[in-house]
């Protein structure tokens, strides 16, 4: 008679073995949650106390460790984009290294107090292309090996951008005279680009004289069409044929109205070197890490005590065997 266990029999001792597998896990699982609460209710005192100055040193380290950032949205004039990153970078380096007489020596009174400083482009794209459609086509060429988004960020795309926008950090809060005064004043001294805008605000007030002459030699020929005299102004006189068009002369005029518009706002903005258009100072920096420090600091306290205490236990442990053997 054969004593094999049958099919049913192998699947009721599986069953059993899963069974007991189960209610040990369990049981391992009460007893872990039991010794848990009760190294807390032991040293419940402790975990308070660490609790307490966790997060009491989480705030001192908060308060201590508040920045303050500052941003001044410039636009450099006469192809100086290169001129400021290099001036900027100058400064970086030196507040890196802490060279406090290169800082103070270009103004700063509180150098010591100065993080970093730093440029970056505002992203225009839509300004860069419609500035001439040979931007548009190079951007196109530009943008067929890589990707368009990145492109536009690599620095000799951004530094065709107008508008660049300068950070300063520091630990303390400031003010423009104390801090954008001196920077400004460091990036504006340049004996070179003080010639080329010379020349320019000088070929821009050329220009503005020569239109409003024509602009005013086309009022008087509109002036004088029911008389059918020629317009002049002082001792200039322009003739106009009589296939001249009379459509024309008004576009004429009011494209030379507009140039004079523009003439104008960009004779205001060329009055320094780097141009600051906007300057917002002391703004509270905060990050995501120091703001949590306050609740990982305690978090990270009883974290150690439980670690020390488990780790002295077992090396009472093994000690204790090893003295045994």
């Known amino acids: ?114 993080f970093k400083i730093e440029v970056k482009p505002v992203v225009d794209v839509y300004r860069l292309v419609n500035m001439s459609e040979q931007n548009f086509e190079l951007l196109k060429l530009m943008a067929e090996d890589s990707d368009i988004k990145k492109t536009l960020e690599e620095t000799p795309t951004s530094k065709n951008y107008t508008c660049h926008l300068i950070h300063v950090s520091t630990k303390n809060k400031t003010n423009q005279s104390l801090l954008i005064k001196p920077l400004m004043a460091f990036l504006n001294n340049s004996v070179f680009f003080k010639k080329i805008q010379k020349e320019c605000i000088q070929n821009e007030e050329i220009k503005i004289k020569a239109n409003e002459l024509l602009i005013a030699q086309i009022d008087g020929y509109l002036n004088s069409l029911s008389t059918g005299s020629a317009a002049s102004s002082g001792d200039k006189t322009v003739f106009f044929t009589e296939k001249t068009q009379l459509n024309d002369v008004i576009e004429t005029k009011d494209k030379l109205t507009k140039e004079q518009g523009l003439l104008r706002i960009e004779k205001v903005s060329i009055d320094k070197i780097i141009k600051d258009d906007h300057i917002s100072i002391n703004t509270e920096a905060s990050s995501k890490l120091n703001s949590a420090l306050k609740f990982i600091l305690p978090l990270l306290f009883v974290g150690l005590f439980i670690f020390i205490t488990n780790f002295r236990r077992f090396y009472q442990k093994e000690a204790l065997k090893n003295a045994n053997a």
């Open 1 to 114: 008679m054969s004593t094999k266990p049958t099919i049913h029999d192998e699947e009721e001792i599986n069953l059993g073995l899963l069974a007991n597998g189960i209610a040990s896990i369990f049981q391992r699982l009460n007893t872990s949650l039991f010794k848990s609460v009760r190294f807390f209710v032991r040293h419940k005192l402790i975990l308070s106390v660490l609790l307490v100055a966790g997060f009491g040193a989480g705030v001192v380290i908060e308060s201590v460790k508040i920045s303050y950032d500052h941003y001044i949205l410039v636009q450099p004039n006469f192809g100086s984009t290169d001129y400021l990153y290099a001036k900027i970078d100058e400064i970086n380096a030196k507040v890196k290294e802490q060279d406090t007489v290169f800082l103070k020596s270009i103004g700063f009174s509180n150098p010591k107090d100065i």
